[in-house]
């Protein structure tokens, strides 16, 4: 049987953030490539993609990550926002194993704002912290629960040979059901959008925070 989604609440911590302090230097010569569109400066279309996304569970529209991208061209950003409050709170996957394939999404893109959002996300929805470590740090996360691993594997098999094998699709189909597979799919491959989004502008966590992964 699929399993069912529970809604995670939203973290208040940032614990599963906090890095060394040899490794947590933010990169100083990087600067997002697009400007921050002023609240008066907005078109019609950009107020109510604002709009969208402040009345929907993510909370109040903040000028930073994927959502200062989308707004640059809302029309497309409408639909993309609309398919990742999908992702991201309407699927039958559950929130532990959505967010830590986020996490596995986030570090094989080193997407640094990605990884800063849904870290504690992560680690309130039950991921464990020692996983959330060796995530970061680039390791497989030999203490993750069975089903973590599972993703894990299936995630880095898909990455490495752009196929799953029959053995990890049976694996995870079994878990998932078809329904759930598909929305998994969706999942990676809505996360891997916003990294491409946030590393190609250079959209990091805000002014303060540390960097997860070191910036050439």
Partial sequence: MPVKRKTAKKPTGKSANK??????????????????????????AQRDLVAAISSGPRGAYRPQGPFAVFLQSPEYGNLAQQLGAHCRYKTVIPPRLSEFAILVTARLW?????????????????VKKQTIADLRAGRKPTKAAGDEKL?????HELYATKRVSPANYAKLQK?????G????????????????????????????????????
């Fill in 19 to 44: 890095l060394p302090k040899k490794t947590a230097k933010r990169a100083k010569t990087l600067a997002s490539r697009l400007p921050v569109i002023p609240e008066d400066k907005m078109s019609p």
């Fill in 110 to 126: 080193r997407a640094q704002y990605e990884w800063f959002a849904h870290a504690p996300i992560a680690e309130k929805a039950g």
């Fill in 151 to 155: 993703v894990y594997a299936v995630i």
């Fill in 175 to 179: 878990l998932f059901g078809d329904a």
């Fill in 181 to 216: 597979m598909v929305e998994f799919v969706g999942i990676l491959g809505y996360y891997a959008l916003v990294a491409m989004s946030l590393n190609v502008f250079q959209m990091l966590p805000p002014e303060g925070e540390t960097l997860a992964f070191p910036e050439k």
